[in-house]
C-alpha cells in the first residue's frame, strides 16, 4: 500500500471520513492523474467520470472562455457525477500550474455500495458536507440577488457574487 498517497487521501474530502481498515480498498478504487500546466483535465460538456481531490496544484475552472475560479489542494470537482449517472461537466478544468488529483470513479456505484458499504458511504457522507455548504452559499446568493433586485447592482457586487458562485 502506497503509505504516502493514503495519508494523502485522508487529507481531502472526500476521503476524510474513510476509516483505516478501508484505506486499501479506496487505494483500488481511485486512479492518481498528474497534469502539466496549461493541459485541460476537462471539458465543459464531457460526460462525467466520478470525483476528483486536488492532491496537489491548481485547476482554473472556466466557462465559454472566462475563469469562474481557481482550485486548490483539497478541492472537489464532479461531485454530482456520483448523484446523476447521465450528468455532464458544467465548465472546463484547466491545470493552472502542475497538479496531482485522484479519482473515484462514479461508474458501478450501485455494486460498490453493496460490496464496500462502509467506504462508500464515508465517502458520499463527507462530499454531503460539500454539497450542503455550496446549496447554502447559493441560497445566499439568491437571497441577496433578490433584495438588491430593482436597483442597480454595482460592479463590485457582481464580481462578488460570480466568485462565490463556483466556490
Not at 462525467?48 to 496537489?56: D, H, K, P, Q, S
Not at 484547466?94 to 479519482?103: C, D, E, F, G, T
Not at 460539500?130 to 442597480?152: F, K, S
Request: charged share 25%; hydrophobic share 45%; glycine share 6%.
Amino acid at each position: 500500500m502506497d503509505e504516502e498517497l493514503a495519508a494523502a487521501l485522508r487529507r481531502v474530502c472526500p476521503y476524510r471520513l474513510v476509516v483505516d481498515a478501508d484505506v486499501r480498498q479506496l487505494l483500488q478504487e481511485v486512479t492518481l492523474q498528474v497534469a502539466e500546466t496549461g493541459a485541460t483535465l476537462f471539458a465543459e460538456g464531457d460526460p462525467t467520470n466520478g470525483v476528483a481531490a486536488v492532491l496537489e496544484g491548481h485547476i482554473d475552472v472556466c466557462k465559454q472562455g472566462r475563469t469562474l475560479a481557481t482550485l486548490g489542494s483539497g478541492s472537489v470537482l464532479g461531485e454530482l457525477s456520483l448523484f446523476l449517472p447521465a450528468a455532464r461537466r458544467t465548465a472546463t478544468a484547466i491545470a493552472r500550474s502542475p497538479v496531482r488529483l485522484v479519482l473515484w470513479p462514479a461508474a458501478d456505484l450501485p455494486a460498490r455500495l453493496n460490496a464496500h458499504e462502509r467506504l462508500a458511504t464515508a465517502i458520499v457522507a463527507d462530499l454531503a458536507h460539500v454539497l450542503a455548504d455550496r446549496l447554502e452559499r447559493r441560497t445566499q446568493d439568491v437571497v441577496e440577488l433578490l433584495d438588491v433586485a430593482g436597483r442597480r447592482l454595482p460592479l463590485s457586487d457582481l464580481e462578488r457574487l460570480r466568485r462565490r458562485a463556483v466556490e
